[in-house]
């Protein structure tokens, strides 16, 4: 089996509302495919689409083989899955916690002892098995929600915003234990606004308003997506600018990032005309993944206008 989640036009509507419209997408087994999109974008219906708790609406799909509408009970058997809100018993202890979710995926009870010990040296938490998980740091309970999502060895593991409210050490150490996962041979499917993360990520989703508006490795992307020379520059009242420079016939885009702007120009040889517009200095740069997503947004607002 080649690929470990295949869709076809999946779908799914709640009234008059498209949460999720007409996605269609291959991930490979033992890929890190990363979910970008702002929030209400339709990655966490998607996902739980995916992982058999919310039926689809139309279209079709298979997760490790089972089909999403016929068999939601035998892929929930084979997955894990862990939410922002980490799924944790604030008043068990840490192993506790992995004991219970050993005994919710029936975990062999012969095995539970040395499984429950892997997890707890996977997510550095020696030491603290008897501490309760409401006294835990947000990394940690994070690195302990982990472990009870992969203490059944799942084939497929869904984290939906895994790294939200926790420190940027913290969010390294849980992308460097994905990486061992996947590298391992575990396929996993993230959700994640940080362009750090979606780095670092095999291939990358973009959705936005249900729809899938690219989906590629990061260097595919940068390389396909936007076609010229990236400058980034500062310039007082950015924001007000922003029009008057998009009307420049060698600017081909614009974006406001803190108080710099990156403007996409036709090529390196309008740098020296830029500058000679703005009375700056631009610097060229090679474009973020943020840089992307925008750009994919603007032209995808402009299709639906």
């Not at 079709?60 to 929930?76: N, P």
């Not at 520059?233 to 009307?247: C, H, N, S, T």
């Amino acid at each position: 089996m080649e690929y470990a989640v295949t869709t076809h036009e999946l779908t799914r509507v709640f009234g008059s509302f498209t949460a999720v419209d007409k996605i269609t997408i291959n991930i490979k087994q033992g890929e890190i495919c990363g979910f970008l999109g702002p929030n209400g974008s339709g990655k966490s219906t998607t996902m739980k689409m995916l992982c058999g708790i919310l039926e689809p609406t139309s279209g079709s799909g298979s997760v490790l083989g089972y089909d999403l509408a016929r068999e939601s009970e035998k892929i929930k058997q084979k997955i894990g899955y862990m939410s922002q809100k980490f799924s944790l018993y604030d008043d068990l202890t840490v192993y506790e916690n992995l004991a219970f979710y050993a005994g919710m995926y029936s975990v062999p009870y012969h095995d539970r002892k040395n499984r429950i010990a892997g997890m707890v040296e996977m997510a550095r938490l020696g030491g603290r098995e008897n501490e309760l998980a409401a006294n835990l740091s947000g990394g940690w309970k994070q690195r302990l929600a982990l472990g009870c999502a992969i203490i059944s060895r799942p084939s497929l593991l869904f984290l939906d915003e895994p790294t939200s409210g926790i420190s940027p050490t913290s969010r390294r150490l849980f992308f460097k234990i994905i990486q061992k996962l996947a590298n391992e041979g575990t396929t996993v499917m993230v959700t994640t606004h940080f362009m750090d993360e979606a780095e670092r990520c095999h291939n990358i989703a973009f959705i936005t308003e249900g729809r899938l508006i690219a989906n590629d490795t990061p260097d595919s992307l940068k390389s396909k997506v936007l076609e010229g020379c990236m400058v980034e520059v500062e310039l007082p009242d950015a924001m007000d600018r922003m029009k008057d420079l998009e009307g420049l016939s060698f600017v081909k885009d614009c974006s406001i990032h803190g108080p710099l702007l990156h403007v996409l120009l036709g090529s390196d040889k309008d740098v020296e005309a830029f500058d000679r517009y703005t009375g700056a200095t631009a610097q060229i740069i090679t474009p973020s993944l943020e840089d992307i997503f925008i750009s994919l947004a603007k032209s995808q607002r402009k299709q639906v206008s």
